[in-house]
């Protein structure tokens, strides 16, 4: 029976783009509605009452299944459209991919995202006036910080978790690529994650994320170059 | 093949929590290594270099698995001693638990434990003085909200991802109970989630939690109480 999906999703946050790139990975076909989270609307919080995107919607014959956060959905595409496997093969890699999208859905997030997206993106969308020094500063700082653990891993890995792609890849692909919509990432300093990241930009699934655009806010010149 | 099994934990740690409720249903024996994480001991680093509990290293004939990171560890489980499930039977069970997962370790994380937790336990760890009473009262106020919100899942279910037990519930139970070693569950409020832990607390899966005692940190004189 056929599946519809429809993806709530907010396109610069790092959740959503990680469900995404799973879809597009798995080639699988989904509607998209675009929300704008921080404006908690009722009917949005009635789907989902955390109030944060990512929120898929499946619909088949049977009836409908409401799965809430991006943890969930990449587990449960997962589990539900096995081919081609995102987790891992055996326990040992099922782990490492697992503990590296811990690290980037809480420590990436408190030590990165909390300062860098939160002044140049929220404080934007929520009219909350001009980013702060201190903050963009702390920011880059732990940006550097993860980009040289990242860089560590890549220098005895193909991928992130070990040889094969994984949503580990996608968890900090997915975070990279919206800082470096801003123009934030120092690529340069770092050319293992680079490369890495080229070959993930080349992909079909990443297609889409390129061509986001968030009025009011243009995104780094390189952000959409191959060859960056 | 015999696993031996040895996790890595911090008694007052939620998530490490969650951990050992699971090994507990699951009946998986295992050693213990307490961890006092903030002290960041470089071997500790080595086997997560996230710095966090809890961390499971499973040792059989073949070799080693460091397994890190809550949910990691509640996967791997779930997936390598399937017996009793505690995610889910059908995808819209498995997604259910697994938002309540997400809810507990960000939103709850978030709103109530970086106050709460942080004023009356970090801050005594780390000898930085006496507890904030306005981060208590932001901490209080979160809890409340919490709690109401678990009142209401359980007006129409038995366990919180709906009929059964799953580690929706362990996540939710550790969370309170780390703050209930501290009295601040104002339990009469909330009769529906009162009766729910009541329920948890006497299973043997939680009888060492509530043998836990950290030094210069006596808990509340129901703590260990089944019938508080």
Known sequence: MTIQRTLHHFPLDPASRQVRLALGEKRLPFNE????????????????PSGMTPVLV???????????????ILEHLNETAPEPDLVGRDPAERAE??????????????????????????????????PGLANLRAGREG?????????????????LNGRRLSLADFAAAANLSVIDYFGDVPWREFSGVRTWYMKLKSRPCFRPLLADRWPGLAPAAHYDDLDF
Chains 1, 2 share one sequence.
Request: aromatic share 12%; proline share 1%.
């Open 58 to 72: 499946e619909t088949d014959g049977e009836g409908r299944t409401v799965i809430c956060e991006s943890r969930a």
């Open 33 to 48: 509605a675009q929300e704008r989270y921080w404006e908690r609307r009722p009917s949005f919080l009635e789907l989902n």
């Open 143 to 159: 940006l550097r910080a993860h980009l040289g653990y990242i860089e560590r891993l890549l220098q005895e890995r193909d991928w």
């Open 97 to 130: 991919t697992r503990r590296l999208l811990q690290w980037f859905d809480r420590k990436f997030d408190y030590e990165v995202n909390a300062f860098l997206l939160h002044e140049k993106m929220e404080k934007q969308m929520l009219g909350l006036g001009a």
